[in-house]
């Protein structure tokens, strides 16, 4: 004996990216680049979120990254430059989730102190959890532009 649904299965289109009755040609350059969000919000903190018009929680965004990250520099933290170890390699990490922070920290010679005052193991962590507060606010844009976000 067969059982039969009652209609048709129906999916969602919700959350995806680009819906089958569109293809390439016909959609625009925002539905298009997907990743756009999450590249940007990476490389600049609060861009994503700028970028989808999203203006108050794009500006808190790059408001706590950059006070995070510039307050670390201010406690003499360290911006890691090699990993030896496990724990060395997991703060490198978090470090590149500050994106271009990051580089231009490293190439104007910032964080790059011998630690000597009690305060910079804490501005090390401050610019570390910049980093993947970064990471976090990337992810959010790009769950903001594929629908599974509101």
């Not at 995806?16 to 040609?25: E, I, L, S, V, W």
């Not at 970028?51 to 929680?57: D, E, H, N, P, Q």
């Not at 104007?108 to 507060?133: E, K």
């Amino acid at each position: 004996m067969v059982t039969c649904l009652p209609g048709p299965v129906r999916y969602s289109q919700k959350g995806m990216g680009t819906t089958p009755d569109k293809n390439a040609g016909t959609q625009d350059l925002a539905e298009r680049y997907v990743y756009l969000p999450l590249i940007a919000g990476w490389l600049v903190p609060g861009a994503g979120h700028f970028l989808l018009r999203k203006w108050g929680r794009g500006t808190l965004l790059a408001v706590s990254i950059l006070s995070m990250f510039v307050l670390g520099l201010a406690m003499q933290g360290e911006l890691y430059r090699g990993a030896q170890d496990v724990l060395d390699m997991l703060g490198m990490v978090g470090d590149l989730g500050n994106g271009l922070l990051y580089l231009v920290g490293r190439a104007l010679g910032l964080g790059a102190n011998q630690v000597q005052v009690t305060t910079a193991d804490y501005g090390t962590r401050f610019i570390v959890v910049a980093g993947l507060l970064n990471v976090v606010a990337a992810v959010d844009a790009h769950n903001l532009r594929t629908g599974r976000k509101s």
